[in-house]
């Protein structure tokens, strides 16, 4: 073995577990000072199917602390650990799926409706201009008449023409909500402004 590679990335070159009974007296080995008392050391490395997922390391306090028993013992835990992390990774990667899935649900159901309010936007408008049409042939056939009517009696002492000044007002009030409908209605480009 490469005496100049931690532990830990010998364990992982090799996918299998390696020991050093006493640490200390490994020019190479890193002590860490939250274990200052480490001098023995077993690496077990966390395989599952092909891909490497990473290193268990285990220290104890006494040099010759572990065998080669420990080391089967161990690896037979890392698979289960390997296993287990991999079952947590296809989880999260199902979960991340299922939350994309219900975004791109949740954004179609709003496109649909967005469709379905524009389809009856533009039926309401088709209605609209096919009502307006109908009711404003009448009312300017109204107004015709009306007009006609008052150029022959005003001024004649038969006093209709405050109720001819009121048809004519309720014409235009009416010509005024078809022209509301119509412009409520109709299509408009968006604009951007900066």
């Known amino acids: ?60 306090d006494e040099v010759n602390y572990f065998t080669q028993e420990d080391v089967h013992i161990q ?22 799926r299922v939350r994309e899935l219900d975004q791109l649900n949740a954004d179609l159901e709003a496109a649909q409706a967005e469709l379905l309010r524009q389809e009856r936007l533009a039926t309401l ?22 007009y006609t009517i008052d150029r022959k009696i005003r001024g004649k002492g038969f006093y209709v023409e405050s109720m001819l000044d009121r048809i004519e007002r309720n014409i235009t009030r009416c010509d005024n909500i078809i022209a509301e409908l119509l412009d409520f209605t109709r299509m408009r480009d968006l604009k951007r402004e900066i």
């Open 125 to 146: 408008g088709q209605l609209t201009a096919i009502v307006s049409h109908e009711i404003r042939n009448p009312l300017a056939t109204i107004r015709a008449s009306t």
């Open 75 to 96: 690896s037979t835990l890392a698979a289960q650990i390997a296993v287990a992390i991999k079952n947590a990774q296809l989880y999260h990667k199902e979960a991340e």
């Open 1 to 60: 073995l490469d005496q100049e590679q931690s532990l830990v990335a010998r364990a992982a070159q090799n996918r299998q577990g390696e020991i050093v009974n006493d640490v200390q007296a490994n020019p190479y080995w890193l002590s860490n000072p939250l274990l200052p008392d480490t001098h023995s050391e077993m690496a077990i490395t966390l395989i599952a199917g092909e891909q490497i997922l990473g290193v268990l390391d285990v220290q104890a």
